[in-house]
């Protein structure tokens, strides 16, 4: 009896491989197997960011206060949520989102492009050109705020693609460390101080002081570059009298060289003319035109006979 047992015991163990080779190599190799899109390698926060982000630009030259470019080259984050934010001073601002969803967001919300500058001071940075967002890219604003210690402080997103950042740090905690002057150099100052002069001396409007202001801090690398070449109105009115000077200089002279011409040619004919009227006019002109050249003194318009 023990031995019928045992032998059908052997041959069901037989039959169960027999099953399962016929179902590896014969009914699975015919199998088509189907695959979710995978972009877990693209969102993967075990990668290297230059992995798994493309930046569409490059970040703006480190500018501003001296101390805070102390903070280039480190990073900051905030968890919140599922959301891991991280702010790199100087070069970008990320977002990462830390779930098992097979299309988990991580992206840039904005690269360093420029300072937001108020009332002689820096009021935040501005970090533009982030991930596409509809019709638009993401951007992102970051302000600084003082505290004991560097850390990303909060995250928000008052509009649709545009975020808002509180950075607190112990380099800002100084009453004059935001400011903006003191942060330029000599001849820029120089600049700022003519524009001052020219807005209280009433030369110039409100928005020309503007546009004066932000062609200083361009050539500071504090804003990307938008040229307005406006110019102090004194200036402009010293260059329109002197090319308004050289132009009747040169009409004038243009005019001598036709008479001279058509002098010649009535000579040639042997056509008598009168030069009297002529000497006496042009004798007159070139005395006008010498004064127009900067000569003191009254000069005789009348005819002295």
């Known amino acids: 009896m023990y031995c019928l047992f045992s032998v059908i015991c052997h041959l069901l163990l037989i039959f169960t491989v027999f099953m399962s080779l016929l179902v590896t190599h014969g009914i699975a190799g015919k199998m088509k197997i ?22 569409k630009v490059l970040p703006s030259p480190v500018s501003g206060p001296v101390h805070l470019s102390h903070l280039a080259g480190r ?28 299309n988990a967001y991580s992206g840039i919300l904005g690269i360093w492009h420029e300072w937001e500058i108020a009332n002689n001071t820096f009021t935040g940075m501005w970090m533009r050109d982030g991930d596409t967002c509809g019709t638009r890219n993401r951007e992102a604003k970051v302000i600084f705020t003082c ?80 040229k307005v070449n406006a110019k102090l109105p004194q200036v402009a009115a010293e260059t329109e009298t002197h090319n308004s000077l050289q132009k009747c200089n040169e009409d004038f002279q243009k005019q001598r060289e036709e008479i001279q ?45």
């Not at 210690?149 to 950042?165: D, G, H, I, N, R």
């Not at 010649?264 to 003319?273: G, R």
């Not at 009168?274 to 070139?286: I, L, M, P, V, Y």
């Open 75 to 102: 990073c900051f984050s905030l968890t919140e949520s599922v959301y891991r934010y991280e702010f790199c001073p100087f070069h970008n601002v990320t977002q990462h989102e830390q779930s098992f969803r097979w």
């Open 147 to 226: 505290s004991a210690q560097s850390k990303l402080a909060q995250v928000s997103e008052p509009s649709t693609c545009v975020y808002s950042l509180t950075f607190e740090t112990p380099l800002v905690c100084h009453p004059h460390s935001l400011l903006v002057y003191p942060t330029l150099n000599e001849k820029l100052q120089k600049e700022w101080d003519e524009a001052e002069q020219a807005r209280y001396e009433g030369l110039i409007t409100e928005q020309g002081y503007d546009n004066l202001l932000r062609d200083v801090f361009e050539d500071a690398g504090f804003l990307k570059s938008q």
């Open 261 to 305: 011409r058509l002098q010649a040619l009535l000579t040639q004919h042997n056509i008598p003319f009168d030069t009297k009227a002529e000497e006496t006019q042009g004798g007159r002109t070139t005395t006008a035109a010498r004064h127009l050249r900067g000569d003191v003194g009254l000069f005789e318009l009348t005819d002295p006979h």
């Open 34 to 55: 189907v695959e979710a899109p995978n972009t877990f390698g693209v969102n993967n926060n075990f990668l290297t960011q230059g992995s798994r982000l493309q930046a």
